[in-house]
Each structure stands twice: as structure tokens, then as C-alpha cells.
């Protein structure tokens, strides 16, 4: 089972290299040798090391691309880009939120390790909980939907809505923004889907996961 995972992360990466044009080496880190010697905990992490092995710069998440490039940009010996003062109110947003047994700590109900289960719950859920309604297999790195009723809910703070899955299957899943019917979307290969974007608030979001797609994480965006 390792093993096949591998060769599909593998073909997932080789075929997102090329699809890309990305000439640089790209390493994978499927036992997460690298990721644990770092201590690591963030999604993306950067860390910037020097031709001595000394680790320069690290951040965490997304943005700051300027100051990143300047930190390569300063190792090089190049000149350094201007870095201009954001205009933008930053506005808090539900944090990257896994799904999987191994970080998965935002449900309303508790998840069964390994092994098919109807989940449900009582009542709303709290800010940035997720609940699962209908069968689902919880394994390490994500959920596995297990039937024609298989729905992932969260409360959400954010514009858009991403969700990382994996799989494909011929019926869309179908997605409810605030108890109205918000469209469907198709999963046909492993990647981040854009589910919803609408305007900046608290939302319930609801998705009905066809049989066989797995979902791995939850991310948010607040651009315009």
C-alpha cells in the first residue's frame, strides 16, 4: 500500500513538473524525513539555506513573494527588488484545516482511525469546525467518501474556499454555500479544487463528496 501511494505521488509530481515547464530538481518527501527533521508544522514552509548548509530564512505560508525573492536574490549577490508597502486590509481567515487522521483536530464528532463509519452530529457548528455526515474512512493523511451521502460541512471565515482531493469520478460534487444551492464541481485528478468564492464573511459550507474521492485539506483566501 506504501508503496503504490508513492508511485501515485510520484506520477502526480512528474506530470505537475511538466505540465508546469519546472527545470529545477524537485525532491519528494513521502516518509516525511525532511518535513519532521525541520520540526515542521506549516504548508507551505520556505526555508532559504546557503551553500554552507545555514538556514538563512524561513517562512511560513503563503505571501511575502518579494521578500523571498530578495532573500535569494541576496545569497546571489544580485540586486534586490523594491518592496512596496501593501495596500491591502488583511482580515482574518479559518486556518489551513487538515482532514486526515495524523492532523486532523477541528471536528465536531470523533473520527474512527481506519475503518468505514455513518458519522452524524446534533446541532450548528462552532467557528471553524468541520462535521462529516454519512459514511466515511478516516485514514492518515485524508478522508475516503464511502457512499452516495457522504458530506464534509464547515463553518468558515474567508472569500474563497479551497479543498485539496484526490481521485476522480464522473459525478460532481455538489455544494451548498449557506443552506442555498451554491453549483457543482467535477474532481478529475489530484489537486486544489476552488470551491466557493463569495463575499467575505462567516459561511456554512456543505459539500456531498462522490464515492471514492478523498479529501486531504481545507484552505482560504480573502482576495478580491
Known amino acids: 500500500m506504501v508503496w503504490s501511494l508513492s508511485v501515485c505521488i510520484h506520477a502526480n509530481v512528474k506530470r505537475a513538473v511538466a505540465e508546469f515547464g519546472i527545470e529545477y530538481p524537485v525532491a519528494l518527501d513521502n516518509n516525511y524525513a525532511t518535513w519532521n527533521a525541520y520540526q515542521n508544522s506549516y504548508w507551505p514552509a520556505h526555508y532559504l539555506i546557503d551553500q554552507s548548509g545555514t538556514i538563512r530564512m524561513i517562512h511560513f505560508g503563503e505571501g511575502d513573494y518579494t521578500e523571498t525573492e530578495n532573500g535569494i536574490r541576496n545569497l546571489l549577490g544580485m540586486p534586490l527588488l523594491e518592496v512596496k508597502p501593501s495596500e491591502k486590509i488583511v482580515r482574518p481567515i479559518s486556518p489551513e484545516t487538515y482532514l486526515g487522521l495524523a492532523r486532523g483536530r477541528s471536528y ?117
Not at 117 to 136: A, I
Not at 198 to 215: D, E, F, N
Open 108 to 224: 465536531k464528532m470523533r473520527i474512527t482511525p481506519k475503518e468505514t463509519t455513518d458519522y452524524h452530529y446534533n446541532g450548528s457548528l462552532d467557528n471553524d469546525q468541520v462535521g462529516l455526515r454519512g459514511p466515511w474512512n478516516a485514514q492518515k493523511e485524508y478522508i475516503l467518501a464511502e457512499g452516495d451521502d457522504s458530506y464534509i460541512d464547515m463553518n468558515v471565515l474567508a472569500r474563497q474556499v479551497y479543498l485539496v482531493l484526490g481521485g476522480s469520478s464522473s459525478t460532481p460534487l455538489e455544494i451548498t454555500l449557506d443552506s442555498k444551492s451554491y453549483g457543482t464541481l467535477r474532481v478529475d485528478g489530484d489537486k486544489k479544487y476552488n470551491i466557493i468564492s463569495t463575499t467575505y464573511g462567516r459561511h456554512l459550507v456543505s459539500i456531498k463528496v462522490p464515492k471514492g474521492i478523498q479529501a486531504y485539506a481545507f484552505t482560504f483566501g480573502d482576495e478580491e
